[in-house]
């Protein structure tokens, strides 16, 4: 009884180890197989509760589940799942980019690409709305946020009509205290304060025919320092005409030309920037062409519709930018396109 038994090595006469049977695996289904890839490729709720409600003990039933439950439980990946179905366009995004920019929400770029300022512009209107803010839109989103635009548009519209009624209203009865164009003093105080205003064509026109009948008056000398004044065009040339004809009868002419001569100076660097802002936007011909018709239809006089900005042009954008309160430069930045682009543009992609 104080004996340990020891097993005998197998060369020794003991027994192999005999090793527990197998359990036997059903066959698999090639149709659950083929479901299976299908479902792991599409990779949406729907697809694993419809493999789930065919094979509800099937062998990734438990996969599906563990899926199907975290998609539900992350709306961060649910709204990305439903924004990568929509299947947008790149002029689809432009479009939800300019929407947002409406709504004051700056996607910081209207390009169609979607990077963290559209992105965080998108959180921002859905948290601002009460949506979940995930940065990604559903097809009820799209819609909510395209008619808030379009109401926004409208409401901004009208804003400038009433604005634009105000300031015709306003330019109007300073061409009436300044005597209605009827002497130059009048006439330069006008285009001073409205050089697109509604009468700025008629000033121009008058004082042309001003400066015209005052050189046919002028006395030789005069007309002779003034055509030098003329030839060389400088600050200098006018000022040395006004030391010397003080009074002469191409004074007012003189001082005009002085202070035309001088923001231009100043305002060289600012139209350089402009001109680089405008530039920097990208736009296609067929998109400025479509800026000069709805600044035509807008009875702007835009000058011809051809994709050139010319100065009819710059005058019209001027206008349009005063009445809707924008910064008025002629020039086109993202606001302004946003704005004239919200009807135009907007309508046609819907």
């Known amino acids: 009884a104080g004996l340990p038994f020891l097993d005998l090595p197998i060369s020794e006469g003991a027994a192999a180890e005999i090793a527990p049977p197998q359990p036997v695996l059903p066959p698999a289904d090639p149709q659950e197989q083929a479901l299976w890839a299908a479902v792991q490729e599409l990779d949406t709720v729907g697809a694993y509760a419809a493999y789930l409600g065919r094979y509800p003990d099937g062998p990734n039933a438990a996969e599906a589940r563990a899926r199907r439950d975290a998609i539900q439980s992350d709306p961060i990946e649910q709204t990305r799942r439903a924004e990568e179905a929509l299947s947008l366009t790149r002029d689809q995004r432009r479009e939800i980019q300019r929407d947002l920019s409406l709504l004051d929400f700056n996607p910081r770029g209207i390009d169609g690409l979607f990077g963290p300022g559209s992105r965080g512009a998108i959180t921002a209107w859905q948290e601002a709305n009460g949506y979940t803010g995930t940065g990604f839109v559903t097809g ?53 304060r409205y050089p697109d205003g509604v009468f700025s064509d008629l000033a121009t026109e008058r004082l042309a025919a001003i400066e015209a009948a005052a050189q046919e008056a002028a006395a030789a000398e005069d007309r002779a320092a003034w055509q030098a004044a003329e030839g060389v065009n400088t600050v200098a040339g006018y000022r040395d005409y006004l030391q010397r004809f003080p009074e002469g009868a191409f004074a007012g002419v003189a001082a005009a030309r002085i202070e035309e001569l001088e923001g231009a100076d100043r305002d060289a660097q600012i139209i350089a920037q402009l001109e680089a802002r405008e530039a920097a936007l990208g736009l296609a011909p067929v998109t400025r062409q479509l800026i000069e018709q709805r600044l035509a239809g807008l009875d702007l006089n835009p000058g011809r519709v051809d994709g050139t900005f010319d100065d009819d042009t710059r005058r019209a954008l001027r206008r349009y930018q005063q009445a809707r309160n924008l910064q008025v430069t002629g020039y086109l930045d993202q606001a302004t396109v946003v704005r004239l682009m919200a009807d135009a543009v907007g309508t046609i992609l819907r």
Do not use: K, V
Request: glycine content about 8%; overall charge negative; cysteine-free.
């Open 140 to 192: 009820e989103q799209l819609a909510a946020l395209s008619d808030m635009a379009d109401r926004r548009a409208a409401e901004l519209e009208e804003e400038a009509r009433l604005r634009a009624e105000q300031q015709e209203r306003e330019d109007r009865a300073f061409w009436q205290a300044t005597g209605q164009g009827s002497d130059e003093a009048g006439l330069r105080a006008y285009l001073g």
